[in-house]
């Protein structure tokens, strides 16, 4: 099982800025892709933006221009960059990885940090 430690959540003015990070860990695991997704309060959890390992990265149409997703392959750490930050943006963000390990393909999720973007 690959553990995902996320850290960088905080609270923001509008148009401000935050970087999250999530650092994977774990035995013999190859990262297939990795993820940042968002949860804001009474809505459902959706995906912001990802990065495969080859680099190729997706954005939601929501955050696309403000955001950045990145990855360090050497540490396993993966970045997202957001700027001009908006009150919707407020809500808990999940690190998420697709790995493979022994033959198996696993999903991890982390344990969330919250985002809160104050207008």
């Known amino acids: 099982q690959v553990q995902l430690v996320e850290s960088g959540g905080g609270s923001v003015q509008d148009g401000g800025s935050l970087t999250l990070s999530c650092a994977a860990s774990?035995?013999?695991?190859?990262?297939?892709?990795m993820g940042w997704y968002r949860q804001a309060p009474g809505k459902e959890r959706e995906l912001v933006a990802s990065?495969?390992?080859?680099?190729?990265?997706n954005y939601a149409g929501s955050v696309k221009g403000r955001f950045t997703i990145s990855r360090d392959v050497v540490d396993n750490t993966m970045f997202l960059q957001m700027n001009s930050l908006k009150p919707e943006d407020t809500g808990v963000y999940y690190c998420?990885?697709?790995?493979?390990?022994?033959?198996?393909?696993?999903?991890?999720w982390g344990q969330g940090t919250q985002v809160t973007v104050s207008s």
């Open positions: 990065i495969a390992s080859g680099g190729n990265s």
């Open positions: 774990g035995r013999m695991f190859s990262i297939i892709s």
């Open positions: 998420n990885a697709l790995t493979r390990a022994l033959g198996k393909v696993s999903t991890s």
